[in-house]
């Protein structure tokens, strides 16, 4: 098993940031890939971003990048999601997953393991 416990959401105005922390423990030697997703109020959960284990490798939603970053702390155990230049339309409940094989890292299907989740609102 792996736990995820995400940190970090809150409450900013538009043009600001925020940064989203997901705290792995158990089993992580498991793990291949993390990954963040987000669900707004009445849409679907959608990928936001991914990134390898090891690091090497990360991917985003193509309408995200450059202004989400997607980064590891491996002494920690911990991955981040550094969000700049936030706007209304990013307000949702960010979630935090594991997966311990590989796959398309872009759905969520791949994912074995999901935190609690953690709220972003961004008010104009």
């Known amino acids: 098993q792996v736990q995820l416990v995400e940190s970090g959401g809150g409450a900013v105005q538009a043009g600001g940031s925020l940064r989203l922390s997901c705290a792995a423990s158990?089993?992580?030697?498991?793990?291949?890939?993390m990954g963040w997703f987000r669900q707004a109020p009445g849409k679907e959960r959608e990928f936001v971003a991914a990134?390898?284990?090891?690091?090497?490798?990360?991917y985003y939603a193509d309408s995200l990048k450059g202004r989400f970053t997607i980064s590891r702390d491996s002494a920690k155990n911990t991955r981040y999601l550094q969000m700049n230049s936030l706007k209304r339309e990013d307000t949702a409940v960010y979630y935090c997953a594991a997966t311990t094989g590989v796959g398309n890292l872009y759905y969520e299907s791949v994912y074995d393991y999901w935190g609690q989740g953690t709220q972003v609102t961004v008010s104009s």
């Open positions: 158990g089993r992580t030697f498991s793990v291949y890939a």
């Open positions: 990134i390898t284990w090891s690091g090497g490798t990360s």
